[in-house]
C-alpha cells in the first residue's frame, strides 16, 4: 500500500489534513489544485529568447469569490491582473497561498498562468512538553521572510517511496518559548515524524507561517540530514 503523507494545516480557522500519496502517482490535497509544476526550479528550459525565459515565480495570495479569482498579490506587494480563464469552480469564497509561475503581459495585461503549487499555511501550536513531537531528519532548502513581511516562508524536502503497509508521515510547527522582553522572539521546531515511511526520493513541500502569529525575532530550529540547524528570522 501507498504510503501516506499528513500535514497539518489552517485555512479559515479550521484544521485541514492534506495527503500525499508516496508513490508519486496522486497528490491528494484538502483546499489545492492540481499541481502542474513539480519543483520550485526550472532546469529543463535554454537561457535567451526561449518561451519560458521571462517566466517568473512568485509566492501569492489569491482571493476567490464564487469560485472566480479576484485579486492576486505577491509577496512582493504587486497586484497581478488576473486572467479571465483563471478560476476555482471547486471554491466559493476564500483565499488561497500558490507558487505562481507566470508570464508578465505588457502595463495593464493579465498575466499568463503556465502552473502553480501549493503552499501549506501553518501555524505554531503550543506543546507541553518534548514527548509526542517527533523531529525526524528533513531536508530544509531555505527559509525566509517574504519581502512584505507578511509571512515566515519555508521549503523543505521529505524522504517517501512505496510500502506495503499504510505509512503516515505528519509534519508541525511545534512553539517551545515565547518572550516578551522588548518586541518579543518565540522559538520554534519544526517537526517531522518519518511514520515508518521508506526513504526512496525526495518530495518538496512549500509552508508559510503567517506573521501575524509571529514577534519581530523568530528561531526556528530543524532537524536535518546534515544535523540540527538553527536560524534566526527578523522582521
Given at each position: 500500500?501507498?504510503?501516506?503523507?499528513?500535514?497539518?494545516?489552517?485555512?479559515?480557522?479550521?484544521?485541514?489534513?492534506?495527503?500525499?500519496?508516496?508513490?508519486?502517482?496522486?497528490?491528494?490535497?484538502?483546499?489545492?489544485?492540481?499541481?502542474?509544476?513539480?519543483?520550485?526550479?526550472?532546469?529543463?528550459?535554454?537561457?535567451?529568447?526561449?518561451?519560458?525565459?521571462?517566466?517568473?515565480?512568485?509566492?501569492?495570495?489569491?482571493?476567490?469569490?464564487?469560485?472566480?479569482?479576484?485579486?492576486?498579490?505577491?509577496?512582493?506587494?504587486?497586484?497581478?491582473?488576473?486572467?479571465?480563464?483563471?478560476?476555482?469552480?471547486?471554491?466559493?469564497?476564500?483565499?488561497?497561498?500558490?507558487?505562481?509561475?507566470?508570464?508578465?503581459?505588457?502595463?495593464?495585461?493579465?498575466?499568463?498562468?503556465?502552473?502553480q503549487k501549493n503552499v501549506n499555511v501553518i501555524i505554531p501550536l503550543m506543546w507541553k512538553g518534548q514527548e509526542g513531537a517527533p523531529t525526524d531528519p528533513l531536508t530544509l532548502t531555505a527559509v525566509w521572510m517574504s519581502a512584505n513581511n507578511h509571512y515566515l516562508n519555508m521549503q523543505v524536502g521529505?524522504?517517501?517511496?512505496?510500502?506495503?503497509?499504510?505509512?503516515?508521515?505528519?509534519?508541525?510547527?511545534?512553539?517551545?518559548?515565547?518572550?516578551?522582553?522588548?518586541?518579543?522572539?518565540?522559538?520554534?521546531?519544526?517537526?517531522?515524524?518519518?511514520?515508518?515511511?521508506?526513504?526512496?526520493?525526495?518530495?518538496?513541500?512549500?509552508?508559510?507561517?503567517?506573521?501575524?502569529?509571529?514577534?519581530?525575532?523568530?528561531?526556528?530550529?530543524?532537524?536535518?540530514?546534515?544535523?540540527?540547524?538553527?536560524?534566526?528570522?527578523?522582521?
Amino acid at each position: 500500500m501507498s504510503g501516506i503523507l499528513k500535514t497539518y494545516i489552517r485555512r479559515s480557522g479550521t484544521f485541514l489534513s492534506s495527503l500525499l500519496r508516496g508513490d508519486g502517482r496522486k497528490w491528494s490535497v484538502a483546499c489545492s489544485v492540481l499541481l502542474l509544476l513539480a519543483s520550485c526550479n526550472y532546469t529543463d528550459y535554454e537561457t535567451g529568447d526561449g518561451e519560458l525565459s521571462y517566466m517568473r515565480a512568485d509566492y501569492a495570495d489569491i482571493v476567490v469569490e464564487q469560485g472566480r479569482v479576484v485579486s492576486i498579490l505577491t509577496d512582493d506587494n504587486v497586484n497581478l491582473t488576473v486572467p479571465e480563464s483563471f478560476t476555482y469552480s471547486e471554491k466559493k469564497d476564500t483565499m488561497l497561498r500558490r507558487l505562481l509561475y507566470y508570464k508578465q503581459g505588457g502595463s495593464g495585461e493579465a498575466i499568463q498562468l503556465v502552473g502553480q503549487k501549493n503552499v501549506n499555511v501553518i501555524i505554531p501550536l503550543m506543546w507541553k512538553g518534548q514527548e509526542g513531537a517527533p523531529t525526524d531528519p528533513l531536508t530544509l532548502t531555505a527559509v525566509w521572510m517574504s519581502a512584505n513581511n507578511h509571512y515566515l516562508n519555508m521549503q523543505v524536502g521529505i524522504k517517501v517511496g512505496s510500502s506495503e503497509t499504510e505509512a503516515v508521515q505528519s509534519i508541525m510547527l511545534r512553539c517551545d518559548s515565547v518572550s516578551t522582553y522588548g518586541s518579543g522572539a518565540m522559538w520554534l521546531t519544526l517537526c517531522h515524524d518519518q511514520g515508518n515511511m521508506p526513504q526512496y526520493y525526495t518530495r518538496e513541500l512549500l509552508f508559510s507561517v503567517p506573521a501575524s502569529l509571529l514577534p519581530d525575532t523568530v528561531n526556528l530550529k530543524v532537524n536535518t540530514y546534515s544535523g540540527v540547524t538553527t536560524h534566526k528570522l527578523i522582521r
